[in-house]
């Protein structure tokens, strides 16, 4: 277990969350926790997420003693080590993350993927209790439609997030994924921007003059 702690910003992201990615031989589980107003909450939520940890931030004025207690409580015994699903019955594709997190008391473990068709399946859940073994069979149901347009951007941008940490190891190797994903789903990403356009036509009267303004 390796805890890492910070109360400032840490710029060479890239750097860092390549060496986690690439360089964690023993399968280390990485917790990061942020103090303060300064934090770069982005390379500590990629930190945990490659380290299959948790992060917690610790906001200016708030107690530390409370705080690190219960963080520390809720992750000096994950309730289920070394994840693995198995879906049966159901074709389920394009599951991000590709490593399960661990899962801790009070924080749930969220994996996103996408079926090719409606119907019953079920869900394997397989995994360590300590160092008993441990297996579920959960019923799931997939339904042809639902209105819920926001479960596709979740799965979106999961999938980017996941694609991005890769990047950090091989620079420009999904970029092509990324803008396709980003694109379809009108996301922000490292690739793709919002433009605003103002379609609303003005249009100058011939009579009007023209008034010249000075450009630096």
């Avoid at 380290?51 to 200016?60: A, C, D, I, K, L």
């Avoid at 080590?81 to 801790?104: N, R």
């Amino acid at each position: 277990v390796v805890f890492f702690l910070t109360d400032g910003y840490v710029g060479n992201d890239a750097e860092i969350l390549a060496a986690v990615a690439t360089q964690n031989e023993a399968q280390a589980r990485l917790f990061s926790l942020g103090v303060g107003s300064s934090v770069n909450r982005h390379l500590l939520t990629h930190m945990a997420r490659l380290g299959r940890g948790e992060v917690q931030f610790m906001r200016p004025g708030e107690a530390a003693e409370p705080f690190v207690a219960k963080f520390y409580r809720r992750v000096r015994n994950p309730v289920l080590t070394d994840i693995a699903l198995a879906w049966q019955g159901v074709d389920v594709y394009d599951q991000t993350p590709s490593a399960v997190a661990d899962l801790f008391d009070g924080q749930p473990v969220l994996v996103h993927g996408r079926y090719a068709k409606p119907g019953r399946g079920t869900l394997v859940v397989a995994g360590k209790v300590g160092v008993r073994p441990y297996h579920a069979a959960l019923e799931v149901q997939f339904p042809a439609a639902a209105k819920r347009p926001a479960v596709a951007s979740l799965w979106a941008r999961a999938r980017i997030a996941e694609w991005d940490d890769e990047e950090n190891v091989r620079p420009g190797s999904r970029k092509d994924d990324i803008t396709s994903v980003a694109l379809a789903h009108s996301l922000v990403s490292a690739y793709t921007a919002f433009v605003a356009v103002d379609r609303d036509e003005i249009v100058r009267q011939p009579a009007e003059p023209l008034i010249p303004v000075h450009q630096r």
